[in-house]
């Protein structure tokens, strides 16, 4: 049985891959390696608890030690790479925690899994000929975008948070352990991802949350910032394909093709409430403006007809069936 890392499971995303993959391949092993920091809740876990093939370690992807074990234990043919500090607020306030996790953590990973998989750059060792090293990035890393164009996978980085320039940073060794040692890496970059399990203080469950709470919902600046969204379910396909059918060495930007801004998901989503749970007054008199945030990126939109052309990729929600979804999840999370 195929032994897979999966880093930063207890999260949003990882949570939803682990049980997409358990469900899609149930003949590989999944060992999942979590800090349970904030963002992290074995709730989300619930699910899968009951597979033999999937085990939970607590850990730090920083501790050096704990990976090579782990790596010497299982014998991983796999690692697909969640774990990060991800929140942009929270890397303004503190950078250091992302500095450490996005860049050390994945140093580490890519190092030992190098120094387990191969014997000299370019030579595999003959069980680990297939072996390869999944790297999950995001689209902020490109910066910015005015009004028009899209994020290619050949658009030059521009990261401007702490948490955007970490990630940079990881991707950059995540490609340097490719063109340096032929490690198998691929690399996938996605859109704002949304759906159930997501942390309370994202945007959209934040939104959910406080309608429901009847207090206000904030919104930054004007609301007019705009972001390419992507259904949860959706990415978790897209690196199941890129992380199965990827080239080595390539890159692969995953999104939505759903520009909104904040202020339309806000008021879309008060709508929904309107008619789901009404009360005496619109949830939309609750939204308030807010401060804005330093250095909010304007805009974010990606060009995913690589990973659509090449690997056979295609989003099946739009916006507004997903956040359907997704609002019945929180309505029973936060309604019990």
């Not at 030992?112 to 998989?117: E, L, Y």
């Not at 990827?246 to 930007?253: D, L, S």
Request: glycine share 8%; aromatic share 12%; with cysteine.
């Amino acid at each position: 049985m195929k032994n897979i890392l999966v880093t930063g499971g207890a999260g949003f995303i990882g949570s939803n891959f682990i049980l997409f993959l358990l469900r899609k391949h149930p003949l590989i092993n999944i060992v999942n390696i979590d800090k349970l920091t904030y963002a992290g809740e074995l709730s989300n876990l619930k699910e899968v608890e009951g597979y033999k093939n999937y085990t939970f370690v607590k850990g730090d992807i920083c501790d050096r030690l704990l990976i090579e074990n782990l790596f010497k234990e299982y014998n991983f043919s796999g690692v697909i790479h969640f774990a990060a500090e991800s929140h942009v607020d929270n890397s303004i306030k503190s950078p250091n925690e992302f500095i450490n996790t996005n860049v050390l953590g994945t140093f580490n990973l890519l190092d030992v899994a190098k120094n387990h998989w191969m014997t000299s750059p370019n030579e595999f060792k003959k069980n680990h000929l297939e072996s390869r090293f999944l790297h999950i990035s995001t689209d902020e890393v490109y910066g910015t975008l005015g009004e028009e164009g899209l994020f290619t996978e050949q658009t030059p980085y521009a990261p401007n948070s702490p948490y955007s320039a970490s990630k940079a940073s990881s991707d950059f060794i995540a490609r340097s352990y490719f063109h340096t040692y032929g490690l198998n890496v691929v690399t996938t970059n996605c859109s704002n991802n949304y759906g159930p399990k997501q942390h309370d203080e994202k945007l959209i469950p934040t939104i959910i949350r406080k309608a429901l709470k009847g207090d206000n919902i904030p919104i930054y600046g004007d609301g007019k910032n705009i972001r390419d969204w992507l259904y949860v379910e959706d990415h978790c396909k897209g690196i199941d394909l890129a992380f199965n059918n990827g080239m080595a060495g390539e890159t692969y930007n995953i999104g939505g093709k759903n520009e909104r801004n904040n202020l339309y998901i806000a008021n879309t989503i008060c709508e929904i409430l309107d008619n789901v749970l009404p009360k005496s007054t619109s949830y939309k008199t609750q939204i308030s403006f807010v401060k804005d945030r330093p250095g909010h990126d304007y805009r974010y939109a990606i060009d995913a007809s690589k990973i659509e052309s090449e690997l056979g990729w295609k989003a099946q929600e739009n916006f507004e069936t997903g956040i359907r979804k997704t609002i019945d999840w929180y309505i029973k999370k936060y309604q019990g």
